[in-house]
């Protein structure tokens, strides 16, 4: 691993790759990340619900309500304590205990739930992401919230030279009215103004409970979009950003009901400011475009951005052609229907081609959580999504395909970045829980990615990616910004090779934080380099407008990089 600084001073080396073995491994009991989701819904109907003869919680009589007591799960992956290992944060149910798992750097993890003040959380948390919220550097875990549970925002900070969690919620969002937005399904931070903080946007699907969309507050808001005031507080702009405005339009579907699953920030069009794509249930997935002004405009192409149930989201190069690409995880014939997942690969100018058929990736039963990561390190990312979604009338015993219970996880591996082979068993990935949530990470620093899945009244699961050494040519960036964005959240980062010998290709990735269903990965990008031999350029466009470059970086290495704040330096030369 190699830091360096503003004024370029080396202060740690590289560390060598493990060798290992060619498939996933279950790790979850050896690394000692044992958890289990339990919850005090039980399973019926839905029909039954929805004609009021079945009540298993008081008051809960429609599909709605129902349903979303059946999403509330999640992980999110991060480094809380600033040593250089990434942590994880899982939810453990109502009935269950969530749990702060913190990284040894050996393979395995200690349990800090109680140490962190994170023992006495209850309620059905729906969603989870680390990020550093207040900017003073070390990172803060968002918590959503379903039926009613109010969001939590836990500030990090040291109680006895300790990390401990304290809610901050109510003075942080003054004015969110949770009657009014009764699912929460975690947040998706970024910067939408570059004024240096961070802001967010809310997913609230399955709101309201009730049969009718009168769900927003008095002054018209959705409750989606909150700007960050840089002094920890978040204002809400659903209204003045046009967003709320958005589920008023005649042509959204489901009569304007709110069916947003997750945002993700990304810079669609290429102008340097943070666009909006949303995965939303009955066909109302967005692209949103940043103004610049404070206002986003929906540029929704509904003749291509055809989701029929989109839930997880993920966003990158796949095809690697410079532009972000999106995929999103939906129901496959749900019903006998042909629709299931989707794949839109960008143009740079917020326009979007449907590939989803010809690449392959379609039948993904009935998907939640989902990440783009180069499992195999080979330039190309892949796909990766849970599954399944078990009540007593989900099944079609008629239809194979349209059964939902004990599927698998699925795993598309790019086979030249337009086509993609669903490899997850093949390779390792057995799990066949309720998937909810998913995190995708190098949380051994070996060089390769590995998986951690949440799943709902199930075990939790941690898979270790152990890819040849031979395979294993990779560079991973960690940035730190010279602002309140202390993660660079936004940043695009982009890698090629400077040896003759290799390919002319340009690897491009963005620095997120809570682009997943209900779950997060951490903050930082990774590229596979295939049989680069490098050396190679790196550029970094940093959310400030900074342009970093970087030459003559070798592979094989870990970077965390400060942003520059010398004029002479930004160029990568002293």
């Known amino acids: 691993m190699i830091r360096i600084a503003a004024q370029g001073v080396l ?8 060798v290992v073995a060619q498939v996933f491994t279950d790790v979850t009991a050896s690394a000692g990340v044992t958890s289990v989701h339990q919850s005090s819904q039980t399973v019926v109907d839905i029909a039954d619900a929805e004609d009021n003869t079945i009540r298993p919680i008081t008051g809960m009589h429609n599909t709605a309500q129902l349903m979303s007591s059946w999403l509330a799960a999640g992980v999110a992956a991060g480094d809380y304590d600033g040593d250089g290992w990434p942590d994880m944060f899982v939810i453990g149910g109502d009935t269950g205990e969530n749990k702060l798992f913190r990284n040894l750097g050996n393979g395995g993890f200690e349990d800090k739930t109680v140490a962190a003040g994170l023992n006495n959380l209850t309620g059905k948390i729906a969603g989870a992401v680390f990020a550093d919220v207040d900017g003073d550097h070390d990172l803060d875990l968002y918590l959503g919230g379903a039926l009613g549970q109010q969001p939590r925002l836990m500030i990090q900070q ?3 030279g300790e990390a401990h969690f304290s809610d901050h919620f109510a003075s942080a969002f ?13 947040a998706n931070f970024g910067d939408i103004d570059n004024d240096g903080c961070l802001d967010v946007f809310l997913p609230h699907s399955m709101t309201p409970l009730g049969p009718t969309p009168a769900w927003k507050t008095a002054a018209g808001s959705t409750q989606h979009l909150w700007r960050g005031d840089c002094a920890g507080g978040f204002q809400d702009v659903s209204v003045s950003s046009g967003v709320a405005a958005i589920f008023d339009e005649d042509s959204f579907p489901n009569d304007g009901r709110d069916q947003t699953f997750a945002g993700v920030f990304a ?3 290429e102008d340097g400011r943070s666009d909006l794509l949303i995965t939303g249930d009955v066909g109302s997935s967005l692209v949103l475009i940043n103004q610049g002004d404070g206002a986003f405009v929906d540029v929704t192409n509904r003749g291509v951005i055809d989701d029929r149930n989109a839930m997880g989201s993920a966003v990158g190069d796949l095809n690697l052609d410079g532009h972000l690409d999106w995929f999103s995880s939906n129901i496959s014939n749900l019903g006998g229907s042909p629709f299931g997942n989707r794949l839109y690969y960008g143009d740079g100018q917020a326009g979007f081609t449907n590939v989803s058929e010809s690449a392959g990736i379609v039948q993904g039963l009935w998907g939640w959580g989902a990440c783009l990561l180069d499992v195999n390190l080979d330039r190309y990312p892949d796909i990766f999504h849970v599954n399944g979604f078990y009540f007593g009338n989900n099944s079609n015993p008629a239809i194979a395909s349209g ?5 698998p996880a699925v795993l598309f591996v790019s086979d030249d970045g337009n086509s993609f082979t669903e490899m997850a068993q093949a390779w390792g990935i057995d799990d066949s829980g309720e998937g909810r949530g998913v995190a995708c990470f190098d949380y051994d620093r070996d060089g390769d990615l590995d998986i951690a899945i949440a799943n709902y009244k199930g075990d939790f699961k941690l898979y270790r990616n152990d890819l040849p050494e031979a395979q294993q040519r990779y560079l991973a960036i960690e940035l730190t910004g010279d ?9 695009v980062v982009m890698v090629q090779s400077e040896n003759p010998v290799d390919s002319d290709q340009v690897l491009m990735q963005q620095i997120k934080a809570g682009s997943h269903f209900v779950s997060a990965s951490p903050a930082d990008v990774h590229f596979g380099l295939g049989d680069w031999q490098g050396p190679l350029t790196v550029s970094i466009h940093w959310p400030s407008g900074v342009v970093q470059m970087l030459n003559a970086v070798a592979v094989n290495q870990r970077l965390l990089l400060d942003e520059p704040t010398d004029r002479i330096l930004r160029n990568g030369f002293e």
Do not use: K, S
């Not at 059964?403 to 599927?407: H, I």
């Open 11 to 18: 202060l740690l080396l590289a560390l060598p790759a493990q």
């Open 158 to 160: 040291q109680v006895g």
């Open 174 to 186: 003054a004015g969110y009215q949770v009657d009014r937005a009764p699912n929460n399904w975690g």
């Open 267 to 269: 810079d669609v069009n």
């Open 403 to 407: 059964r939902f219970d004990g599927n």
């Open 483 to 491: 602002d309140l964005n202390t993660e660079a959240i936004g940043a």
